[in-house]
């Protein structure tokens, strides 16, 4: 590649066109939703950068890169596209919303906007070790061979016993528990960590789920599973490590009781048939 290609977009509401048809052009695409991330993006690129161009992956991989700027009040934009320009031999995109649609319609832009043979969505707190991509990728392999339907996510559920969760707050644990319970009820109980923000998606996989998803909200990442049982995709979870990382946008009572309203709302609205995936 002769340098990044840098484009910025700009969209008032969700994206409703499909990823296209067409077999990918690259074989990865990174799409990292960002709401005011000045602070925390510049580090969690470096590690990404770093990985993907060491020389055990960039020989046998290409890849591009989508930051995709929540509306954010900040400079997030901007200091996107400066970073892209120390990058020179990286293809990054920078695709700016003019207003915000919540992560989950972040990660939905991007992943209809991707080239990827296969897709990656990633939180930009670089709270995931990014290397641990290869245990998700090595899974696909064995899951998908030849790239058809499947979803490889990142886990922290060996992590629950650990300092790591066992450091979080009480009220966060309490709530983490609860959200587990609820979603033995609506039906992806079998999953064990429906909200790690490390999920590797084969391009047919994307295809099928993400123009069927309807929630942009922080609970958007249990509609993309319980799509994927819809339309029987395989999904396997994957041990990765993680930490927290100061800075969150969560608001725990608050958005607490917003995914509680937004399970509801996805259960009810599939149960009544309004909210169906319709294999293309």
Known sequence: MDGPLLIVSITLTAVVALIPAVSGSVDLSVVIPAYNETARLPSMLEVTLAHLNSPAIKPSRTYEILIVDDGSKDDTSAL???LASHYPQSELRVVTLEK?????????????HSRGHRLLMVDADGASRFEDLEHLWMSLDKLAPKNEPA??????????????????????NILMYGLHTILRIVGVGDIRDTQCGFKLFTRRAAQKIFPAQHLSTWIFDV?????????????????????EVAGSKLNIAKDSLQMLRDLLVLRGNQLVGRWKAVPP
Request: glycine fraction near 8%.
């Open 223 to 243: 509609e993309l599973l319980l799509l994927a049982k819809q339309l029987s995709i395989p999904v396997i979870e994957v041990p990765v490590e993680w930490h």
């Open 80 to 82: 996107a596209l400066k």
């Open 100 to 112: 915000n649609l919540g992560k989950g319609g972040a990660v939905r832009h991007g992943m209809l």
């Open 151 to 172: 979803v490889a996510i990142g886990s922290r559920a060996h992590l629950v016993k650990t300092e790591a969760v066992v450091k979080r707050s009480l009220l966060r």
